[in-house]
């Protein structure tokens, strides 16, 4: 089992920029294909961006392309989003989540490991 923990979140100014962070333990972040997703209090969780585990590819939602990047340091067990640009749309709480199951996923129910969230806020 891999257990995860977000950190970086927080508030910012439209078209500021956060580093989110997701820490995991337990096992190493290559054994896994990781993603990003946010969720609005009341609806579904989005799918953000996945990162493949020894390849490095990644994959994005088509809102988030040009501005967020998914990175991964299995040096340091870390996988991280880089958010610019940002928009008050951009604001949710944000979830790690891990998966052997299926690559670059954009579908929740294939990921069976998730962190706890952290909460960013876009001020307009």
């Known amino acids: 089992q891999v257990q995860l923990i977000e950190s970086g979140g927080g508030l910012v100014q439209a078209g500021g920029s956060l580093r989110l962070s997701c820490s995991a333990s337990?096992?190493?972040?290559?054994?896994?294909?990781m993603g990003w997703f946010r969720q609005d209090p009341g609806k579904e969780r989005d799918f953000v961006a996945a990162?493949?585990?020894?390849?490095?590819?990644?994959y994005y939602a088509d809102s988030v392309k040009g501005r967020f990047t998914i990175s991964r340091d299995n040096a340091k067990n870390t996988v991280y989003l880089q958010m610019h640009g940002l928009k008050p749309e951009d604001a949710a709480v944000y979830y790690c989540?891990?998966?052997?199951?299926?690559?670059?996923?954009?579908?929740?129910?294939?990921?069976?490991?998730w962190g706890q969230g952290t909460q960013v806020t876009v001020s307009s």
């Open positions: 989540a891990a998966t052997q199951r299926v690559p670059l996923s954009r579908d929740s129910s294939r990921y069976n490991y």
């Open positions: 337990g096992r190493t972040v290559s054994s896994y294909f």
């Open positions: 990162i493949s585990g020894s390849s490095g590819m990644t």
